[in-house]
């Protein structure tokens, strides 16, 4: 415990120890974030025009009064399709990683309960999909059954849950040693009330701090997908199909890439600052 | 006798050359009595009282028998021992705070015990459990039921870790250390209800400890441990009054001596418990003992009746007085 307790720690003291600027960064963070739900959960509220509008006159227009992002080679508008994007770019890497980390719960508590044998041979199977590289994985799913954000999802989860699966491994490895544990299972208590009941709810706190954390990481490989072309299909406003769309007009019209790359970094720094915030109230909660 | 266990070994690993942490240990313990194991750190002795349910530590291998009310338990399946787990032996550890589970109310915790033996549904269970409370003497059972284990004082928190060892109406009792994280008072009160639910419920108690002052307030049995063997077991009484043991007559005069006013220096057995790996030749003792003489250092010696007593030693204490190496019988 020492040594996973003690690297979370230095991991976070930067932020928590700084006193108010991490408290002021933690708090910004937190209310991008709920702008980011509301964007993906109700655009129609947010956007000024719908984001697959087209209006040839307004085409590639500079950012001013009536499209403060400017608009696009269709005049379609960029605040519209960045506020609409949310839903497709961080809605997918949510998902990525939820499916990643609900694998990897169920693997790696299985893991931790078996005997040493199956255990090993468990996580002999999570090495080989650690070497999965997602990028060719990505590739031939989209060959196979064709590319489009749900290809996205099932090959970045592929290689997601390995991740998780260690992870809760090893903090159910570590809590069965605990003595309240060992107390339940010398009065006899079975092994899923074990696990369900003893173990995995001291299991939710570390895999919060990753989920947060991956959330931000998942976004950049979502979008690295799609500008890539294997991820969504225009016109989705998906912010990494966003930026592959407005390579052609890079020279005259900057907005068009500057804008949904801006979203992008956002979203995964805000992700970051949450998840070391939340990493670092473990650890305090931890005792650490 | 209800517990019964014959050339007990216990070590780390399958190697040859692995020491055994228990090393060849025989007693048997009388339904109804209060069998106390005293050992300092490192003799085996809570290694002996998780060996009973299975619930040695990850790679220790045990060999010889543990029969419970005639029944085998030494290496039988999780399915033999699960049921007799909390069924019908109960056990209660040292620490009741780490030992309770901190994100379930203790009701809660003593109605899974209930649940997990199939005895009781969830109403039911919640209902035995309050009752359970009432039976280990906490006041305003009702509301320590709700309470999580933090809420609640040390002593409570161990009550109520009786009562879940108690749920299923165990007939046998295991206590390993159940006194040590509590104070001087609430230990008291903590030995008084165990005497008291052995009494009443005619329970089979071991307890496992290395305080001697818990061995004389309630042992019927003595068994003293050293290194992973028996130096001394016998009743309580005769234990107590005239040890034959050097080890025992040690252990006797540091606790005496603990509980009486500082006078000049504090009284303790020279020398630490030899660790596992490097335990001496002959008598393990020896190094430790005042009347350690030349077979001492060479032979280890074997366990011999001395009245009602057994015991190992070359030079055995008479009448609580110490015999000269050389003239011992």
Redesign the interface.
């Known amino acids: 415990m020492s040594g996973t307790a003690s690297s979370v720690t230095a991991h976070t003291t930067r932020l928590s120890s700084t006193g108010w600027p991490g408290r002021v960064l933690l708090i910004v963070a937190w209310i991008i974030a709920a702008a980011l739900a509301v964007f993906a959960l109700m655009p129609h509220l947010v956007a000024p025009y719908d984001p697959i509008f087209l209006d040839v006159v307004d085409r590639l227009r500079a950012p001013g009064l009536s499209h403060p992002f400017g608009t696009d080679e269709g005049g379609r508008d960029i605040l519209s399709r960045v506020i609409y994007g949310t839903r497709y770019s961080l809605g997918v890497a949510v998902a990525i990683v939820i499916v990643a980390a609900l694998i990897g719960i169920l693997y790696g508590a299985a893991a931790g309960m078996s005997s040493?044998r199956t255990d090993d041979l468990l996580m002999r199977i999570v090495d080989l999909f650690f070497g999965i590289p997602a990028l060719v994985l990505a590739l031939a799913l989209a060959a196979a059954i064709g590319r489009g954000l749900d290809t996205v999802v099932l090959s970045l989860a592929v290689v997601w849950w390995p991740g998780y699966a260690r992870l809760v491994r090893g903090e159910v490895l570590r809590l069965r040693e605990?003595?309240?544990v060992?107390?339940?299972?010398?009065?006899?208590?079975?092994t899923w009330?074990l696990l369900f009941?003893?173990i995995l709810?001291?299991v939710v706190q570390p895999v919060n701090v990753r989920i947060t954390t991956d959330i931000g990481y998942a976004l950049i490989a979502v979008t690295a997908l799609s500008f890539l072309g294997l991820g969504a299909e225009s016109p989705t406003p998906e912010w990494g199909l966003l930026i592959r769309d407005s390579r052609p007009y890079f020279g005259s019209a900057w907005w068009y890439l500057v804008f949904p790359g801006v979203m992008v970094m956002v979203t995964a720094t805000v992700c970051s600052i949450i998840g070391d915030g939340l990493a670092g109230s473990e650890a305090s909660s931890r005792g650490a | 006798m209800i517990l019964s266990v014959r050339d007990l070994r216990i070590r780390f690993g399958h190697a040859a050359a692995a020491p055994f942490a228990v090393d060849g240990l025989d007693f048997d313990v009388s339904a109804g009595e209060i069998f106390v194991i005293i050992g300092e750190s490192g003799s085996g002795k809570s290694l002996t009282g998780l060996s009973v349910l299975g619930l040695l530590p990850q790679g220790a291998v045990a060999s010889g028998s543990i029969r419970f009310d005639g029944q085998e338990l030494l290496n039988q399946p999780e399915a033999v021992l699960r049921p007799l787990r909390g069924g019908r032996i109960g056990v209660v550890y040292q620490d009741p705070l780490s030992a309770m589970n901190p994100v379930w109310p203790v009701g809660e915790q003593i109605a899974e015990v209930l649940r997990a033996h199939g005895l009781a549904g969830r109403r039911e269970a919640a209902r035995r459990s309050v009752e359970l409370l009432e039976r280990v003497h906490i006041p305003d059972a009702p509301r320590i039921a709700l309470a999580y284990p933090h809420e609640i004082s040390g002593g409570m928190r161990q009550r109520a870790m009786i009562a879940m060892a108690l749920a299923c109406g165990p007939r046998m009792l295991i206590a390993d250390e159940p006194t040590t994280a509590l104070d001087v008072t609430i230990k008291a009160q903590i030995l008084e209800l165990l005497s008291e639910l052995r009494r009443e419920l005619a329970l089979t108690v071991v307890l496992i400890t290395h305080d001697m002052g818990v061995v004389a307030e309630l042992a019927d049995r003595i068994l003293v441990m050293y290194a992973g063997k028996v130096a001394e077991l016998g009743p309580a009484a005769q234990i107590m009054n005239r040890p034959s043991h050097p080890y025992t007559q040690a252990l006797l005069f540091s606790a005496t001596m603990s509980e009486a006013p500082a006078k000049a220096d504090l009284p303790a057995i020279r020398g630490t418990a030899p660790p596992i790996e490097a335990r001496p030749a002959g008598c393990r003792f020896h190094p430790r003992c005042p009347q350690a003489a030349a077979d001492c250092r060479e032979a280890a010696p074997n366990l011999r009746r001395l009245g009602d007593v057994l015991l190992a030693c070359h030079y055995p204490l008479l009448n609580g007085d110490a015999a000269r190496p050389g003239c011992a019988p």
């Not at chain 1, 060992?182 to 079975?190: K, P, Q, S």
């Open positions: 040493r605990r003595p309240h060992e107390a339940a299972r010398a009065l006899g208590v079975g009330s009941r003893h709810p001291f």
